[in-house]
């Protein structure tokens, strides 16, 4: 009880003032009791909205984590794809130095066939005006004839073999352009 509901002793004097007096005081208690009643709600309620923001900022944190994770699997994805483009472009030049090389090495092989062709023939030209005048070295020359197309044969041989190469590179890279020999 409050000091000022305490009776100083006496029995309750039933006058109506202080029965009002009386009534007054516990109305008044009741408001107090209801006020701190309110208090203890809204308080509830400041921590209740305090709870959920910091759940909100726990969410955006969290949203924020996942999109720099999102950002760091596209910078990932990115550089695998530069990786496998150099590598990729890495075969292809290489591919083509080779390409390069054995379209080189079958023009050679092709020309010399045709440089040891006129030869040839040239020493059939000769070996024939020879044979007029000196038989003995038309059997020379006929020698270094016969060497001379067996040398154009091979070469020959070797060119095809250097052009179907070629074409099985072709082939092997139209099947599978990142496939190295």
């Known amino acids: 009880m409050d000091e000022d509901t305490k009776h100083d002793g006496l029995a309750p004097s039933g006058r109506p003032e202080d029965q009002v007096m009386s009534e007054a005081r516990e ?14 709600q809204a308080v509830d309620l400041r921590e209740g909205a305090a709870g959920e923001r910091e759940q909100a900022a726990d969410w ?5 984590d996942e999109r720099e994770n999102v950002a760091d699997e596209r910078r990932d994805a990115s550089e695998q794809r530069d990786a496998s483009v150099r590598q990729l472009r890495a075969t292809l030049k290489q591919r083509a130095d080779q390409l390069s090389q054995l379209i080189a090495a079958a023009d050679a092989r092709d020309r010399a066939a045709e440089i040891r062709d006129r030869a040839a023939e040239a020493r059939d030209a000769a070996a024939a005006l020879r044979a007029l005048e ?14 001379d197309r067996e040398w154009a044969g091979n070469d020959r041989d070797q060119a095809a073999a250097d052009r179907s190469d070629l074409r099985d590179l072709g082939r092997d890279a139209r099947e599978d352009p990142t496939a190295q020999k």
């Open 134 to 147: 000196y038989r003995r070295l038309e059997a020379v020359d006929q020698g270094r004839t016969t060497i």
């Open 27 to 40: 109305a008044l208690l009741d408001a107090r009791e209801a006020l701190l009643g309110e208090r203890e």
């Open 60 to 64: 955006r944190e969290k949203a924020a």
